[in-house]
């Protein structure tokens, strides 16, 4: 077989002849690749389109190719071969111009919602409601616990404020109290522990109220240690022994219990309607009484020369801050 020799590619010189030039050859008859597929070739693309027809598409590329279509031909305008436009045409409709007589009517037809699920019309509004329900519960325990924690740390402020006002009004009391007697002092005039309880200044007759239960409570604690008779209160028959012999035998003609029996008034009802105001009232009250009587400012820890209480910001500790 005789074998066709291939023609060497010609090529001419962009300068003269004489010059070699490489850099500005150009090769006019670059050998091409063939006009025809070889049987390899076809027989491999073959195989190709025959694996991609044979290929099942994934549901997520069918939705999106079915997505796709949608949109191409929604955004295709009706071409004039249509039959709708054709009926469209006849009542004066022309490309372009809006639907309906008014200028600013649509022009483009309504979106399309495609329904994916396979829940029944208004099962997505019930959803919504639902939806929306729960979240305004959520919303108003949310703003029912807020409301809960503000009012309990309220609760525990305000506690804490009345504490620090019983302790200011135990002070104020005894200060009141220390400051009378001192006068009282001055004045040879009879003590507070010698008074009776209606005759102490509201003000601080709770305290002197205390000091007279705790002494009874030590004298019937007392009485009850040392007493035969606090075991035994039952009183002998008067008939049969006379009172030296009770008395050497442990039996008084009285139970203990009665030997500070009128001591203690129990009702009092000016302490009772004092005792019975805010703790804050009570304080107010006594801090006037001090700065009045004495010129003495509990929260400056000072007794002023004049009435005026001259350098002294206020009556309440809130002034002193």
Known sequence: MRR?????P?????????????MNMVFEDAPKGPKHETSLQRAARKRKEAEARSRQKTKAEKEADAEAAREEALATALPETNKGFKMMAKFGFKQGDTLGKSADARKVPIAVDVKADKGGIGLE????????????????????????????????????KDKKAERDLDNAQRTAERLTDKENEEKSTQQAGEKPLKDINVLWRSRARRRVEIQQDKQQRRELNNTLASRLPTLADE???????????????????????????????????????????????????????????????????????????????????
């Open 4 to 8: 066709r020799s291939r023609p060497y």
């Open 10 to 22: 010609s090529f001419k010189m962009s300068q003269s002849d004489e010059e070699d030039d490489y």
């Open 125 to 160: 509004s019930e959803k919504k409601r639902k939806f929306r329900e729960q979240w305004e519960e959520a919303e108003r325990l949310a703003k029912r616990s807020k409301e809960e924690e503000g009012d309990y740390l309220e609760m525990r402020r305000q506690e804490q």
């Open 239 to 321: 008939g049969d022994v006379d009172n030296d012999t009770k008395v050497a035998m442990g039996q008084e003609l009285q139970p203990f219990y009665t030997t500070l029996e009128g001591d203690l008034e129990a009702d009092d009802p000016e302490l009772a309607e004092f005792e019975a105001l805010p703790v804050a009232e009570r304080l107010q009250k006594v801090l006037l009484y001090l700065r009045e009587k004495f010129q003495y400012c509990l929260y400056c820890g000072y007794q002023y020369p004049d009435k005026e209480l001259e350098g002294c910001p206020g009556v309440m500790e809130e002034d002193h801050e």
